[in-house]
């Protein structure tokens, strides 16, 4: 087992809850989700963006990539009515 791996029978990890980490935390759980449901989303995002990272050789093996954006998508907003402009 690598020196970093998380044993197979532990079923949590310890995160010390810093005043950053809860108010990262609220923002991700605004809309009613579950803390360990928003935790296992955000490590997942961020394990896929270091595997594609390693995968394209954009960053090498053992290597911790710097993640500087990221894309999103939501729901469609209705676009503002634009008012007709008449010339007087």
Known sequence: MAANSIPPDRKNVPVHLTADFRADLAVLM?????AS???RAAVHHAANAYRR???YGDVP????PVITGC?????AR???????VTNP
């Open 37 to 39: 449901d928003v935790i």
């Open 78 to 84: 209705p676009q503002p009515q634009l008012r007709a």
């Open 30 to 34: 605004a809309n009613g989700a579950r």
């Open 61 to 64: 093996e053992g290597t911790d």
């Open 71 to 75: 894309t999103y998508r939501g729901e």
């Open 53 to 55: 990272a390693h995968d």
